[in-house]
């Protein structure tokens, strides 16, 4: 009996790797083999002349060099973060907030829908970056800042305080732009949540605002750490930003293989901490899924 | 006299109009205010969203003097097609759309089939070192293209495979490419969230396990295939990255990456001195045409993207992409 169940086990366990060993391969060659190979060529000086490449191995060099060689390295790290530590609430609260509104049930919803998922169409490569980079996003801000703040209300409140505001309402372009998959991802969220707990609710007499916090909040907190993972990969490994840019220079313009490598690698080390932190910070605030159903299913 | 037996007849009207029906049937007055708080919120946001595309179509129509004029805001004083004609000419279009299409194509039916493959091994199956390997997926995400860019490279090169579109398409059979682990991740989900009674019984009536998958599991999230395929499609005709890396040989490019080639025209003309490409394809790139390049480029993502709409946001409706 015990040895037909382990062959089964066997069995299945084979299928499942049958399944899996593209990936298998295609971790082996194209992913663990360079990674390893810029993780080696970053602790040394890698050069290619002509077809043949030399390896120098220098230690720690390179890392050390971009905390206290290179200035550029460091203020442009720093820029990043911070606009990645900004934005991120941003965009993730801003979404949330527009994908509540496209979930319920009014009429022009399909073209809100529509228009929200506009800037993911054209924006996930170089058309946004020239769109953005003409300052278009900054002029469709001015003249928004005209129906939210008029110019009466922007004089009147000093220009320290619509210094701020302005440098708040730039940076809320560049979230708008940057939320099609979030309201998408949010959407689906929204969409899976128990139509019978919010019916339930307001039989016992929830408001909405009640059930916004006591249903719909736990309930998308699953999809919310989903999101916030994307959202800081998506900003941290964009291919405009900055900092992505300069490995790009060291590496193809500089030919400092080496050096673009260190600091990848110092770079690719902080945003794994920043997600783990994440993962670690959420968990007390995520609703299992488990706990739920059989709750449910004791009160109907 | 006549207006008062209009009005009721009127008022009927609206009443058995879409609108007012759903008005009275939701709202008491007082939320009333607050749905009007939420259109008017929608539509400044949407606003915003909407601007430079509209801003790119309508620059793409104006000549150059109504590019200057300030009278000229919204509306161009007459359709200027050489903006599209000159744009057409130097992206060269009819090569490079094809191209394009062929690239996203490739990798939208490699992005489905291979990766919903390799998610199903995931999601249904256990075996020695998966966590493992589920990681190494997730630490593929996260990881920027860029620190592995030139190994990457290197071993293309020595394969000889760069100047052509191996290098794009290769690793998307293997569950790489462009955000291969995403998809991996997003087909695990799918599967994850589909009940496993459906396959226990194919597998009672003799159906091996590749047959499970193909003519059982992968029909039955039809509906979230589509949401792959968009963002699959979406991604797939927008990277520039990669194309303009391992491609060598401009004759070669993807459309995108034939835009910088128009911004650089556009470029040094600001800068005073008409650029040679420009003056090849016998136009002065203004504004508008580099906009017309963009709208060009775009245009194709869009139609495609009306066809499948209303499939994708039932996709987004049904699937569980999160969860777990």
């Known amino acids: ?300 | 006299m006549k207006k008062s037996v209009a009005l009721p007849a009127r008022m009927a009207q609206l009443k058995e109009g879409k609108l007012f029906q759903w008005y009275s049937a939701n709202l008491s007055r007082g939320q009333i205010f607050v749905k009007l708080f939420i259109y008017v919120f929608l539509s400044v946001v949407a606003f915003v969203f909407v601007y430079p595309f509209l801003y790119m179509v309508i620059t793409s129509t104006k000549s150059v003097n109504d590019l200057y004029d300030l009278s000229v805001n919204w509306i161009p004083r007459s359709f200027h097609k050489e903006n599209y004609t000159y744009a057409w000419k130097m992206l060269g279009y009819p090569r490079h759309f094809l191209i394009s299409a062929f690239l996203t194509g490739a990798g939208v039916t490699l992005k489905v089939l291979c990766c919903s493959f390799i998610g199903y091994g995931f999601a249904r199956y256990k075996f020695f070192g998966k966590n493992l390997l589920f990681f190494m997926a997730i630490l593929s995400i996260i990881m920027p293209v860029q620190t592995i860019l030139l190994p990457q490279y290197l071993i293309f090169a020595n394969l000889q495979w760069t100047g052509s579109y191996l290098p794009l398409l290769v690793p998307q059979i293997f569950g790489y490419g462009l955000k291969g682990g995403l998809f991996i991740f997003l087909f695990r989900q799918f599967f994850l969230n589909l009940p496993t009674s459906l396959e226990e019984a194919a597998r009672i009536d003799g159906c091996g396990s590749f047959k499970t998958f193909w003519r059982v599991a992968l029909p039955t999230v039809r509906t979230s295939v589509v949401v792959t395929v968009v963002l699959a499609m979406v991604w797939h005709w927008n990277d520039y990255y990669e194309p303009s890396i391992y491609l060598n040989n401009a004759q070669m490019l993807p459309l995108p990456s034939m835009l910088p080639q128009v911004k650089a025209a556009y470029d040094s003309l600001f800068g005073g001195a008409i650029d040679a490409t420009a003056s090849n394809a016998g136009a002065l790139v203004s504004e508008g045409t580099l906009m017309a390049a963009i709208f060009l480029v775009v245009l194709p993502v869009l139609i495609v993207y009306a066809f499948l709409q209303k499939k994708f946001m039932q996709g987004i409706e049904r699937s569980g992409l999160g969860g777990d």
């Open chain 1, 1 to 300: 009996m015990r040895t037909r169940a382990t062959k089964t086990q066997r069995r299945k366990a084979l299928e499942g790797f049958m399944f899996v060993s593209p990936f298998v391969v295609g971790t082996l060659a194209f992913f663990l083999y360079p990674v390893i190979f810029s993780l080696y060529i970053s602790f040394g000086e890698y050069t290619i002349v002509k077809e043949a490449s030399t390896f120098e191995f220098l230690g720690w060099a390179n890392y050390l060099n971009a905390f206290v060689e290179d200035t550029t390295f460091t203020t442009i790290f720093k820029t990043v973060v911070t606009d990645s530590l900004i934005n991120t609430p941003l965009i993730v609260v801003f979404s949330l907030i527009i994908a509540i509104f496209l979930n319920k049930n009014f009429p022009g919803r399909g073209f809100f829908r529509t228009v929200y998922f506009l800037p993911f169409l054209l924006g996930t490569g170089y058309v946004m970056s020239i769109l953005l980079g003409m300052d278009v996003g900054e002029e469709a801000m001015n003249m928004a800042r005209g129906i939210l703040l008029p110019e009466g209300v922007r004089e009147y409140l000093g220009t320290t305080f619509t210094a701020m505001v302005e440098t708040f309402l730039g940076r809320i372009t560049y979230v708008f732009w940057r939320s099609g998959v979030p309201i998408i991802l949010f959407l689906s969220g929204l969409q899976n949540i128990n139509v019978s707990l919010y019916e339930s609710a307001k039989v016992d007499g929830a408001t909405e605002w009640e059930m916004l916090w006591k249903i719909t909040l736990p309930m998308v907190s699953p999809i919310m750490l989903l999101v916030i993972v994307y959202v800081v990969i998506d900003s941290f490994s964009d291919t405009g930003n900055a900092m992505v840019t300069y490995f790009f220079e060291q590496a193809f313009r500089k030919q400092d293989f080496s050096y673009s490598a260190a600091i990848s690698w110092i770079y690719f080390a902080f945003i794994l901490l920043f997600v783990g932190l994440i993962f670690a910070v959420m968990k007390g605030f995520i609703h299992s899924e488990q706990s739920e159903p059989r709750r449910k299913k004791v009160r109907t």
